[in-house]
T-cell receptor, first 110, second 114 residues
Framework: GENVGLHLPTLSVQEGDNSIINCAYSNSASDYFIWYKQESGKGPQFIIDIRSNMDKRQGQRVTVLLNKTVKHLSLQIAATQPGDSAVYFCAEEYGNKLVFGAGTILRVKS | NAGVTQTPKFQVLKTGQSMTLQCAQDMNHEYMSWYRQDPGMGLRLIHYSVGAGITDQGEVPNGYNVSRSTTEDFPLRLLSAAPSQTSVYFC?????????????FGQGTRLTVV
């Protein structure tokens, strides 16, 4: 049924600090994971991905960590900036389907 | 380079009306999908297609139909709109599905059913 009234968790960080956003995924058969950023009124935008045969991948200012033992994914953003404020979603891919988590709101305080 | 284009951006329907949300991509992607996003929630998969002529159901397919007659287009049809279908709808495409590739999203269609 519908989860009416469900509120997304919020992470508030000071500009310049590092941010860590966590995600628990559901399917142990998932073999590909993506982090997306969604700004208000826009569609999700790709940030970084990781395959199941890796446990860490780094991009520009972002790092994704994958712990398959506990089905946990995290996104680390270094030196967080005001432009990083958005909702962040993890997504897992299995069986031709890309399934999204509920999302985390990141608020950056100047 | 248009990417994924959705039309319309906004739509208000009365209960029982039908309409089609359009989605087109110009990247020659095989895989296309439709999601709905309700307030404070993540995206839920409605239907997807791994190529022209092939469609399949996602997590929440009831009340929606799709077709994929061409690689470029993947319309989503609401045959008899209900208030529970008030949501923001996103179309996405990727080079392939289930093959570890990035999905590109459209800007969304905000649908209100009254």
């Amino acid at each position: 049924g519908e989860n009416v009234g469900l509120h997304l968790p919020t992470l508030s960080v000071q500009e310049g600090d590092n941010s860590i956003i966590n995600c628990a995924y559901s399917n142990s058969a998932s073999d590909y994971f993506i982090w997306y950023k969604q700004e208000s009124g826009k569609g999700p935008q790709f940030i970084i991905d990781i395959r199941s045969n890796m446990d860490k991948r780094q991009g520009q200012r972002v790092t994704v960590l994958l712990n398959k033992t506990v089905k946990h994914l995290s996104l680390q953003i270094a030196a967080t900036q005001p432009g990083d404020s958005a909702v962040y979603f993890c997504a897992e891919e299995y069986g031709n389907k890309l399934v999204f988590g509920a999302g985390t709101i990141l608020r950056v305080k100047s | 380079n248009a990417g994924v284009t959705q039309t319309p951006k906004f739509q208000v329907l009365k209960t029982g009306q039908s309409m089609t949300l359009q989605c087109a991509q110009d990247m020659n992607h095989e895989y296309m999908s439709w999601y709905r996003q309700d307030p404070g929630m993540g995206l839920r998969l409605i239907h997807y297609s791994v190529g022209a002529g092939i469609t399949d159901q996602g997590e929440v397919p009831n009340g929606y139909n799709v077709s994929r007659s061409t690689t470029e287009d993947f319309p989503l049809r609401l045959l008899s709109a209900a208030p529970s279908q008030t949501s923001v709808y996103f179309c996405a495409s990727s080079l392939t599905g289930g093959m570890n590739t990035e999905a590109f999203f459209g800007q969304g269609t905000r649908l209100t059913v009254v």
